[in-house]
T-cell receptor
Framework: SAVISQKPSRDICQRGTSLTIQCQVD?????MFWYRQQPGQSLTLIAT?????????ESGFVIDKFPISRPNLTFSTLTVSNMSPEDSSIYLC????????????FGPGTRLTVT | AQSVTQLDSHVSVSEGTPVLLRCNYSSSYSPSLFWYVQHPNKGLQLLLK????ATLVKGINGFEAEFKKSETSFHLTKPSAHMSDAAEYFCVVRMDSNYQLIWGAGTKLIIKP
């Protein structure tokens, strides 16, 4: 399985600022995903990032708020823009492996607190 | 549309006793189903998956799950709980038409000494 790292592991930010989260994979992968896990809740998919194309956002998430980059097959970033306390969550990246993309492997997550 | 329901938000068992975490799904086609575990302050780990092969799926750490199409269930079991099993468990179904995963709300497993 792929080994995925995220930076930072946690951060405390002031409202109105932005934070960029990095996701690095130890192998080339076609699809990378960004999720949000709000306190005490399950995971919600924010967007899917394919290398060389624009990210595809899920309902309720927009590019202006969560811009994503995918410059190559092993790296992606998610920016949380103009943060508010409601953005306090764990942000996780994951990758799909294999031809059918059945399994997803997850990074350790970035715990964001907005004050 | 696909959906997944975890019937218990919390399950508490004594160490050494069996574990049952319940999951029901809704899918128009034959789904792919997964169980993930999330230990406190750790990342998500794949426990096991069902993808239309054997209906009884064995996973890591002694867990297994049985796919029952007639009941649209995919319950997770373990014969004997260990303290290290205390974690949050998520049942997940993959969308038929694409890669998307639909996540259950999670079940917190509590192990009593």
């Amino acid at each position: 399985s792929a080994v995925i790292s995220q930076k930072p592991s946690r951060d405390i930010c002031q409202r109105g600022t932005s934070l960029t989260i990095q996701c690095q994979v130890d192998s080339q992968v076609t699809m990378m995903f960004w999720y949000r896990q709000q306190p005490g809740q399950s995971l919600t998919l924010i967007a899917t990032a394919n290398q060389g194309s624009e990210a595809t956002y899920e309902s309720g998430f927009v590019i202006d708020k969560f811009p994503i980059s995918r410059p190559n097959l092993t790296f992606s970033t998610l920016t949380v823009s103009n943060m508010s306390p409601e953005d306090s969550s764990i942000y996780l990246c994951s990758v799909g492996q294999g031809g059918v993309l059945d399994e997803q492997y997850f990074g350790p997550g970035t715990r964001l607190t907005v004050t | 549309a696909q959906s997944v329901t975890q019937l218990d938000s919390h399950v508490s068992v004594s160490e050494g006793t069996p574990v049952l975490l319940r999951c029901n799904y809704s899918s128009s086609y034959s789904p792919s189903l997964f169980w993930y575990v999330q230990h406190p302050n750790k990342g998500l780990q794949l426990l096991l998956k069902y993808t239309s092969a054997a209906t009884l799926v064995k996973g890591i750490n002694g867990f297994e799950a049985e796919f029952k199409k007639s009941e649209t269930s995919f319950h997770l079991t373990k014969p004997s709980a260990h303290m290290s099993d205390a974690a949050e468990y998520f049942c997940v179904v993959r969308m038929d038409s694409n890669y998307q995963l639909i996540w259950g709300a999670g079940t917190k497993l509590i192990i009593k000494p």
